[in-house]
């Protein structure tokens, strides 16, 4: 199982980015996929992950209504959509996947991680 991260840089605030993970070794119909990030100084958060096995997608409060989910089972890639970007959401953006039946936001959960992406919001 691997899974590249793309898509991270600097953006203004209220920027929008679209992160990318590559995923190979799994499939969306058996593996939840997540996003978490790390700020400089906390600890990893899980911001938003997608379950097809049941059809759901989860959201921390700090994103939702900004960040959206979803995947491309052709593709293989796991996408998160960013917008109305702040400078709290700086941080190194990772995916991770896990072969479960109910998806959580815990990091403990997931087996496989990327190497992460670097996001900078700033003016």
């Known amino acids: 199982v691997t899974l590249v991260e793309s898509g991270g840089g600097l953006v203004q605030p209220g920027g929008s980015l679209r992160l990318s993970c590559k995923t190979s070794?799994?499939?969306?119909?058996?593996?939840?996929v997540a996003w978490f990030r790390q700020a400089p100084g906390k600890e990893r958060e899980g911001i938003a992950n997608i379950n097809d096995r049941d059809g759901t997608r989860g959201y921390a409060d700090s994103v939702k209504g900004r960040f959206t989910i979803s995947n491309d089972a052709t593709k293989n890639i796991v996408y998160l959509q960013m917008n109305r970007l702040t400078p709290e959401d700086t941080a190194v953006y990772y995916c991770?996947?896990?072969?479960?039946?109910?998806?959580?936001?815990?990091?403990?959960?997931?087996?496989?991680w990327g190497q992460g992406t670097r996001v900078t919001v700033s003016s």
């Open positions: 070794g799994i499939t969306f119909d058996d593996y939840a």
């Open positions: 991770a996947a896990d072969l479960t039946l109910v998806a959580t936001l815990s990091q403990y959960e997931y087996d496989y």
